[in-house]
């Protein structure tokens, strides 16, 4: 049976563990997992980085066990970037193992009396909290490097580099992948600094003596997990473009319909975007020794990720996604991938969130700190980050601190946290999801991207308001029930949406894992629910409907080369949650 | 018949100007003009550094006749430091200059396609906008000194320094005194940045050829400000303590009082305030050539100001307030008077906050970015703003972006601006008025200190929670109705709570000015219709209850040597605007 674990560090004494029952928690996984237990625990008004703040990860549903993509781990706290409730996910072992040793929930909370810096050993026969201060400042990889010879290879790591020790807002949670290297991030909203504000650098997670979370009914479980991998090998999408191309397969589709954005979000194309496009990427993977094709997890089967080496053919970083790609790339003008895998691996290194810092540096170049295109001032940018210079702390507070610091207006945030690649006025169903996720500026909340621009879960024009709201509605309430709490890849969803018997497959594997006779409905429900109490948490901390808007320019400034405004009302984006 | 005067910043021709009837604005003042206009005509929602934002200048209700203390102007604008409704008002003689130019209030609006810098000059025959990039770049002092020499002593000024420019958060702007020095500051909630993004660097207001407001039944007009004046002189703050100490006879008896914020409000007192107190200040001013009692403009009877000479007994600014001493005193635990005052000159100069960076510089030590005590170090930040520097922009955006930018939770602020002189849980009644007004924490907007602290107006026990909301609530009132749309000097309300008759005067000095018959209960009405307009505007841009609340940290850390903390509750909070 799956216990709580939870961890004091406010302790007079040190930390304090303890395991206990699920309770009221039970049957929740993932997101569900997180956020019910922040909505329960976590004061709404408290301070993200004081004593009662929490940090919860949880596997999802399915995590642990044999079926495919599930791989998920959820991390969830009040977010010092945006004040509201946050969930982010990464993926890599660490959510299988936390599972795998009987833990439904791992609870950080208080807050040690010094700066001692502390970390934590999970193994199966027990639990070891260690002041470790030869740990502060050391970036992931180090740190990572360092574990390793002390924990050895059976142990996954979660850890935070300088960025969440100096309490940055945008502070990354790294987990290893299955090479043990710190490259998948829990990376919105800031969890690294809430994490380094309970003074913990470390979660050393071993899988040693462990074994797979079993399913109810097994034999059905296979059947299920093997309906579904095979219809995801069936999708185009996931099963042969995100495994050629990785996400970056995006660059070139999403460029070419205008909606990339670009120099700030002034344009919504770049003209460098083939430099920087997954093919381009994977070329290069293979000229180079890399890999283009590789899982972040043994029971990956689309493998979007890939290794990426440097120009003297040596390891620099994992294969950068998509987001990390533009952030960097088209948003700030620069064409240079291996400048950009550079500032990826750095930024992977300090623990901070990829779209936050590319949108960060872009906004300071709309700032005049630098030109935009200028790799060189980029990269300089990203060290003063590990650096903790001033301009280093403005950025790695987030884009939103970024505007307010240089007194900028062009400023694309929601709820404090930077939009990710997407501009919402060339595809105005992702803007509708930015703008009413509890999340902030989200694209994964609810990726409209498929029926705005993919043509997959149906099509939906992208520059016009009509059936946007309806869409994003849809996909938000799936996303939180049918993934983000079970432990699925979001991309699943391409083939999810596409084909019904993949969905079926999976709430199919549900039920069998778990003895359970889930409808479409009942994850519904569930989605619902789990936005809801998002909601009910984010009002609680004062957020309103009118938090539930983009900036205004995004209603004025006609985005080339569809010149075309953001068109969803505020009325239409106030009947999102009439449901 | 006093006219609106409009100025479009947008025009593709340059700016536009235009004059128009009061309208629908007729028979407000001050505060209720700016904030009936910034109500009316700014969306809630737009940016406070875009085009759709305004800044307008209001004189009060009896601003620019010969009554006395009556030479405030008001500032309004959408505050890009809160996100809320914002008034803040100066002395010095800009007030009654615009309302002897017939000018009800003068309206910035639009934005310039450039970043050209503009002055905008105001005579009796005309109003010219001119182009004046000589002007970029310029400090508050030199650019009066440039100004005088082509406008003469028949001008007055209204100015911003390198901080508006640069559209810092905590820029304010700075109002000439009678000597043409730019020493009296509208200084809260950033209007110096809205004035910087509408490129207005500085505004003439030319006397030359104006003459008093004449009230509409001079002789009884006459005897009300006999009645109101006598009443001042007879009070002992006013007629004694204001003259001989300046706002700063405030230092020994709020330490003493335990409610003196030291060490960024760790402590209630300060070892060093004796060194920094209004009797030091007096002494040193004599001492050295200067002046211990001034007025900030002709018709002032309190004389609350002064001259402060350096040690070379040579001009270095005027009087350092109460606020501004504190804020780089106690608060950052310096105890060096000329340190203090050089801060406060530069501050003049670059058009900040003192209060705001003040405050910002103690959490900056809290973050260790400098020890508590180190002048040296302060000063050298307060260099950084000025010279906009990262470290600067950090300072300049205020005290809660330094707090994120440091991750620090203990930041005193409430809807983002800082806390005063005053500890809210030694002054609990000055703790509503933090909470609730709808400026953010601001001592202005009812300062319960009074009853708390100085038994003026009765007596409330400061360390509890019976009474505080009531004693804030008609505070508030009074000061929106009374004194801020009037154009009095806040100062006048030591009298006017003791002595019914000197409330009494200064309502009859608006009636016969006016040709109107106001009670008192009119005059209550019209503060309850300000601060409810205040209200609905900030509510309209997402303000909700959950924002009228302390830090969560004043509930919970004891504040020596009372060691009490903030009792007043939600609820209790909540009541607030419920009259």
Same mark, same amino acid.
């Given at each position: 049976?799956?216990?709580?674990?939870?961890?004091?560090?406010?302790?007079?004494?040190?930390?304090?563990?303890?395991?206990?029952?699920?309770?009221?928690?039970?049957?929740?996984?993932?997101?569900?997992?997180?956020?019910?237990?922040?909505?329960?625990?976590?004061?709404?008004?408290?301070?993200?980085?004081?004593?009662?703040?929490?940090?919860?990860?949880?596997?999802?549903?399915?995590?642990?066990?044999?079926?495919?993509?599930?791989?998920?781990?959820?991390?969830?706290?009040?977010?010092?970037?945006?004040?509201?409730?946050?969930?982010?996910?990464?993926?890599?072992?660490?959510?299988?193992?936390?599972?795998?040793?009987?833990?439904?929930?791992?609870?950080?909370?208080?807050?040690?009396?010094?700066?001692?810096?502390?970390?934590?050993?999970?193994?199966?026969?027990?639990?070891?909290?260690?002041?470790?201060?030869?740990?502060?400042?050391?970036?992931?990889?180090?740190?990572?490097?360092?574990?390793?010879?002390?924990?050895?290879?059976?142990?996954?790591?979660?850890?935070?580099?300088?960025?969440?020790?100096?309490?940055?807002?945008?502070?990354?949670?790294?987990?290893?992948?299955?090479?043990?290297?710190?490259?998948?991030?829990?990376?919105?909203?800031?969890?690294?600094?809430?994490?380094?504000?309970?003074?913990?650098?470390?979660?050393?997670?071993?899988?040693?003596?462990?074994?797979?979370?079993?399913?109810?009914?097994?034999?059905?479980?296979?059947?299920?997990?093997?309906?579904?991998?095979?219809?995801?090998?069936?999708?185009?999408?996931?099963?042969?473009?995100?495994?050629?191309?990785?996400?970056?397969?995006?660059?070139?589709?999403?460029?070419? !319909?205008? %909606?990339?954005?670009?120099?700030?979000?002034? *344009? @919504?194309?770049? /003209?460098? #975007?083939? =430099?920087?496009?997954? &093919?381009?990427?994977?070329?290069?993977?293979?000229?180079?020794?890399?890999?283009?094709?590789?899982?972040?997890?043994?029971?990956?089967?689309?493998?979007?990720?890939?290794?990426?080496?440097?120009?003297?053919?040596?390891?620099?970083?994992?294969?950068?996604?998509?987001?990390?790609?533009?952030?960097?790339?088209?948003?700030?003008?620069?064409?240079?991938?291996?400048?950009?895998?550079?500032?990826?691996?750095?930024?992977?290194?300090?623990?901070?969130?990829?779209?936050?810092?590319?949108?960060?540096? !872009?906004? %300071?170049?709309?700032?005049?700190?630098?030109? *935009? @295109?200028?790799? /060189?001032? #980029?990269? =300089?940018?990203?060290? &003063?980050?590990?650096?903790?210079?001033?301009?280093?702390?403005?950025?790695?507070?987030?884009?939103?601190?970024?505007?307010?610091?240089?007194?900028?207006?062009?400023?694309?945030?929601?709820?404090?946290?930077?939009?990710?690649?997407?501009?919402?006025?060339?595809?105005?169903?992702?803007?509708?999801?930015?703008?009413?996720?509890?999340?902030?500026?989200?694209?994964?909340?609810?990726?409209?991207?498929?029926?705005?621009?993919?043509?997959?879960?149906?099509?939906?024009?992208?520059?016009?308001?009509?059936?946007?709201?309806?869409?994003?509605?849809?996909?938000?309430?799936?996303?939180?029930?049918?993934?983000?709490?079970?432990?699925?890849?979001?991309?699943?969803?391409?083939?999810?949406?596409?084909?019904?018997?993949?969905?079926?497959?999976?709430?199919?594997?549900?039920?069998?894992?778990?003895?359970?006779?889930?409808?479409?409905?009942?994850?519904?429900?569930?989605?619902?629910?789990?936005?809801?109490?998002?909601?009910?948490?984010?009002?609680?901390?004062?957020?309103?409907?009118?938090?539930?808007?983009?900036?205004?320019?995004?209603?004025?400034?006609?985005?080339?080369?569809?010149?075309?405004?953001?068109?969803?009302?505020?009325?239409?984006?106030?009947?999102?949650?009439?449901?």
């Amino acid at each position: 049976m799956s216990q709580l674990l939870r961890i004091n560090m406010s302790g007079s004494n040190g930390p304090e563990v303890k395991e206990e029952p699920v309770g009221d928690y039970a049957g929740l996984g993932g997101r569900a997992m997180t956020s019910t237990i922040v909505a329960k625990e976590v004061p709404p008004l408290c301070h993200p980085l004081g004593a009662e703040n929490k940090v919860v990860f949880a596997s999802g549903l399915l995590t642990g066990t044999p079926a495919n993509m599930t791989g998920r781990i959820s991390v969830g706290f009040k977010s010092p970037l945006t004040g509201g409730i946050k969930e982010a996910n990464a993926g890599g072992p660490a959510g299988q193992v936390l599972a795998r040793l009987g833990y439904a929930a791992l609870i950080l909370e208080g807050q040690p009396q010094d700066d001692t810096i502390y970390k934590i050993v999970i193994k199966k026969d027990g639990v070891q909290i260690l002041a470790d201060n030869s740990l502060k400042g050391l970036g992931n990889y180090d740190l990572i490097d360092k574990a390793l010879g002390e924990y050895g290879e059976e142990a996954s790591f979660i850890s935070i580099g300088q960025a969440g020790e100096m309490k940055m807002a945008a502070a990354s949670i790294a987990c290893t992948d299955e090479e043990k290297r710190p490259t998948r991030h829990a990376g919105r909203g800031g969890g690294g600094a809430v994490m380094g504000s309970k003074g913990v650098k470390l979660i050393v997670l071993d899988r040693a003596g462990t074994s797979s979370v079993v399913a109810k009914d097994m034999s059905a479980f296979g059947d299920a997990n093997k309906a579904f991998s095979e219809g995801l090998k069936a999708h185009a999408v996931t099963g042969q473009a995100l495994p050629a191309y990785g996400s970056s397969v995006l660059t070139n589709i999403i460029n070419e !319909a205008g %909606a990339y954005p670009t120099h700030n979000f002034r *344009f @919504g194309q770049f /003209e460098g #975007a083939e =430099k920087i496009s997954g &093919e381009t990427i994977a070329e290069l993977e293979e000229k180079r020794g890399g890999e283009s094709e590789h899982g972040c997890h043994r029971d990956c089967i689309i493998r979007c990720s890939g290794i990426y080496h440097d120009k003297n053919n040596q390891y620099l970083t994992k294969q950068p996604e998509y987001e990390t790609v533009w952030a960097h790339g088209g948003n700030c003008g620069i064409d240079d991938i291996d400048a950009i895998a550079l500032m990826d691996r750095m930024e992977d290194d300090f623990g901070v969130d990829t779209i936050e810092i590319g949108c960060a540096i !872009a906004v %300071a170049m709309e700032a005049g700190v630098a030109k *935009f @295109g200028d790799a /060189e001032a #980029a990269i =300089k940018m990203v060290k &003063e980050i590990g650096a903790g210079t001033p301009l280093g702390r403005i950025l790695g507070a987030g884009t939103a601190a970024v505007g307010k610091a240089f007194g900028i207006e062009r400023v694309p945030v929601v709820k404090g946290q930077s939009m990710p690649a997407y501009d919402p006025r060339a595809a105005q169903g992702i803007g509708v999801t930015y703008a009413t996720s509890t999340m902030g500026a989200d694209h994964t909340a609810g990726y409209s991207i498929t029926a705005n621009v993919l043509d997959v879960g149906g099509k939906v024009d992208p520059l016009g308001a009509a059936g946007q709201v309806e869409l994003s509605r849809n996909l938000q309430i799936t996303t939180a029930g049918a993934i983000d709490s079970t432990g699925l890849c979001l991309f699943v969803a391409f083939a999810a949406l596409d084909m019904p018997e993949v969905y079926q497959a999976a709430i199919d594997m549900v039920n069998t894992c778990h003895g359970l006779s889930l409808t479409a409905d009942d994850v519904a429900a569930l989605g619902k629910s789990v936005l809801k109490t998002e909601r009910e948490f984010n009002i609680a901390a004062g957020f309103t409907a009118k938090h539930d808007r983009l900036p205004e320019y995004f209603k004025n400034e006609a985005l080339p080369p569809h010149d075309v405004t953001f068109k969803v009302t505020d009325a239409d984006l106030d009947s999102f949650y009439n449901w």
